[in-house]
Nanobody, 120 residues
Framework: QVQLVESGGGLVQAGGSLRLSCAASGRTGSTYAMGWFRQAPGKEREFVARIIRSGDSTHYADSVKGRFTISRDTAKNWVYLQMNSLKPEDTAVYYC?????????????WGQGTQVTVSS
């Protein structure tokens, strides 16, 4: 089992920045990729970004490219999402996920989520 705890969400004005953190514990050695997803009210959960264990490979949703940066401290089992130039449409609950595979999240572990609200 892998436990994930997100933090860093909050209320920010459009154009502002937030940094989300995700602390992983448990069998973290089984996690190859870690990612961030988000779910806005009335919408399905969507992929935001992911990074592999070594940090050499990252992938972003088109909607956040150039604004968000995912990073990972493998030694400390932390994953971060730096979010800049935030827009009201970025408002959502953000979830951290950990998977033993790259770009396959069906059997991933999930955190409880952290709320991000961007005001216009």
């Amino acid at each position: 089992q892998v436990q994930l705890v997100e933090s860093g969400g909050g209320l920010v004005q459009a154009g502002g920045s937030l940094r989300l953190s995700c602390a992983a514990s448990g069998r973290t050695g089984s996690t190859y990729a870690m990612g961030w997803f988000r779910q806005a009210p009335g919408k399905e959960r969507e992929f935001v970004a992911r990074i592999i264990r070594s940090g050499d490979s990252t992938h972003y949703a088109d909607s956040v490219k150039g604004r968000f940066t995912i990073s990972r401290d493998t030694a400390k089992n932390w994953v971060y999402l730096q979010m800049n130039s935030l827009k009201p449409e970025d408002t959502a609950v953000y979830y951290c996920a950990a998977s033993p595979y790259m770009d396959y999240w069906v059997n991933a572990y999930w955190g409880q989520g952290t709320q991000v609200t961007v005001s216009s």
